[in-house]
């Protein structure tokens, strides 16, 4: 049996009043959400409405429209894009061309910095070499005045074993090369007589007489030399002269056929417009006219007979 609830019997009336309350319970909530499903429809309603208002032929329609649209605007960002990488492919190439030029006036400088580097060491020691010689020439004037000022007999004469080897050697061979040519001289000169005769036969006679040798030579040639045991200051000053001739006389070419007598001295009287332009002329030996190979700067020759000759009247004078 079921109680009531309000005051807990079980009677029919509670039962039947209980009943309706469950009855009208539910009844309100179904009511309830039977308002809800209506503003729910009614929700719809407007949605739908809204949309037929927004897309009047349709959504597919539209969706197709927006769908053109889109692809519209892709193809024209894809021919700007194409436009921009030709532009860019274009800036590239003068980029690189731009550092291949670069890159070549580089290696240009480069050369150029090291062919400048080579003149100017060669010209600092040339200027240095110019710089000692003018040194020992100013030395060498000096002392040559000193010379003309003096006597041959003030001079001291050094003991040949004072003397250091390789001098003592020069000395040796110069004093066997003074004797040789007065060893060679024994040929007999013919001497010629010619005797008039006056008058009748109308002729003349000659007479070939032999030269006698004079006896000093013969005495001279007969005893042996003695060795050198003092050199004299003008020995001394030959052989020094020789040994000077030595150190300046420089083959300059392979193929050169100059003569000994010739020195090689710098040309610096002008200049070329080589280091400008970049033509780098090659210098041509004035006596045999081949090219100078082994050597950049050019060069001219200047008979040392010549100089002598100046030398000799400048001191002279």
């Not at 469950?22 to 949309?51: C, D, G, P, S």
């Not at 692809?71 to 024209?76: T, V």
């Amino acid at each position: 049996m079921v109680k009531c609830k309000e005051c807990g019997c079980t009677c029919n009336k509670c039962l039947a009043t209980d009943h309706d309350v469950h009855l009208h319970v539910e009844i309100e909530n179904l009511k309830q959400k039977l308002v809800e499903r209506e503003t729910h429809i009614v929700t719809m309603e407007t949605n739908f409405l809204n949309e037929a208002n927004k897309f009047p032929s349709g959504e597919l329609v539209a969706l197709r429209e927006e769908l053109l649209t889109w692809q519209d605007k892709y193809k024209r960002l894809y021919e700007a894009h194409r436009r921009v990488q030709r532009v860019n492919q274009g800036l590239e190439d003068k980029l690189l061309k731009l550092v291949d030029v670069c890159e070549t006036e580089k290696t240009t400088l480069t050369k150029d910095v090291a062919i400048l580097s080579q003149k100017l060491a060669e010209a600092n020691y040339a200027i240095k070499k110019l710089t000692d010689d003018n040194e020992r020439y100013k030395n060498d004037v000096s002392l040559a005045i000193e010379f003309l000022q003096c006597k041959q007999s003030n001079f001291v004469a050094r003991k040949f074993d004072s003397l250091p080897q390789e001098v003592q050697v020069q000395v040796s061979s110069h004093m066997t090369n003074k004797r040789k040519p007065e060893e060679k001289k024994v040929s007999y000169e013919m001497k010629s007589i010619k005797v008039p005769i006056p008058t009748f036969p109308p002729t003349a006679m000659v007479y070939s007489v032999p030269k006698s040798p004079k006896p000093d030579r013969i005495a001279e040639s007969d005893v042996e030399t003695p060795q050198v045991d003092i050199v004299s200051a003008a020995i001394m000053a030959k052989v020094l002269q020789e040994r000077q001739k030595e150190k300046a006389y420089a083959k300059h070419c392979d193929s050169c056929t100059c003569s000994k007598k010739l020195h090689i001295v710098h040309e610096i009287t002008h200049h070329t417009t080589g280091t400008q332009t970049g033509d780098y002329k090659k210098a041509l030996c004035l006596r045999c006219n081949e090219y100078l190979t082994q050597s950049p700067q050019k060069m001219r020759l200047v008979k040392h007979d010549m100089a002598s000759k100046k030398y000799k009247r400048s001191s002279s004078s």
